[in-house]
């Protein structure tokens, strides 16, 4: 199992960006998928996830601006940040658990930088 993260790049305070996670395997495979972020210096911090059945959840202090969505047909999901900051800036790393044959199994993505000026 891959997963592709892209979608980073520099951005201006209060714009968007909207990172994507594709998977190389079908997202039934997964019984959560989500969204870490680890920024210069500090621990890695999860964000937001979604479930096979999408549900999702998300971290207190992003959720007024951040939305995890999923899309099966392209196995891939995705988080929108809107309204970015400078303490936005990370490296954004995608992550699933596995079910099913996968079950037990966690992957990582290789991870996207959000930079963000102020």
């Known amino acids: 199992v891959q997963l592709q993260a892209s979608g980073g790049g520099l951005v201006q305070a209060g714009g968007s960006l909207r990172l994507s996670c594709a998977a190389s395997?079908?997202?039934?495979?997964?019984?959560?998928m989500g969204w870490y972020r680890q920024a210069p210096g500090k621990e890695r911090e999860w964000l937001a996830d979604?479930?096979?059945?999408?549900?999702?959840n998300y971290a207190d202090s992003v959720m007024d601006r951040f939305t995890i969505t999923r899309d099966s047909a392209k196995k891939a999901w995705y988080l929108q940040i809107d309204r970015l900051k400078p303490e936005d800036t990370a490296v954004y790393y995608c992550?699933?658990?596995?079910?099913?044959?996968?079950?037990?199994?966690?992957?990582w993505g290789q991870g996207t930088q959000v930079t963000v000026s102020s």
């Open positions: 395997v079908n997202l039934f495979n997964f019984h959560v």
């Open positions: 979604i479930t096979e059945g999408g549900r999702s």
């Open positions: 992550n699933a658990d596995g079910a099913r044959n996968y079950r037990g199994r966690v992957y």
